[in-house]
């Protein structure tokens, strides 16, 4: 089992910047895809960012250019650097890892962005 502890979450300004942390238990870190959700109020869970085992990368159309994910496999934490920040980034951002053995989400962590 994966167990996932997201980090780094806040208020911040319009246009400011913040970088969300995710540290994954276990010793398959470096072979599982890992991601970034985030659900706002009202709304669906909507994919933000994914990352394959090689590094291969993925994003929504809403925060390309803006935002970056990255993973440190030697630390087991994949990250997310959110730069430019706005309003509608305002969500419940969630950690997700895709293993051999099923499906894991973190608990969540709190962005608003103030306007």
């Known amino acids: 089992q994966v167990q996932l502890v997201e980090s780094g979450g806040g208020l911040v300004q319009t246009g400011g910047s913040l970088r969300l942390s995710c540290a994954a238990s276990?010793?398959?870190?470096?072979?599982?895809?890992m991601g970034w959700y985030r659900q706002a109020p009202g709304k669906q869970r909507e994919m933000v960012a994914r990352?394959?085992?090689?590094?291969?990368?993925i994003y929504a159309d809403s925060v390309k250019g803006r935002f970056t994910i990255s993973r440190d496999n030697a630390k087991n934490t994949v990250y997310l650097q959110m730069n430019s920040l706005i309003p509608e980034d305002t969500a419940v951002y969630y950690c997700?890892?895709?293993?051999?053995?099923?499906?894991?989400w973190g608990q969540g962590t709190q962005v608003t962005v103030s306007s």
């Open positions: 997700n890892s895709v293993t051999g053995f099923g499906t894991y």
């Open positions: 276990g010793s398959t870190f470096s072979r599982n895809a």
């Open positions: 990352i394959g085992s090689v590094g291969d990368t």
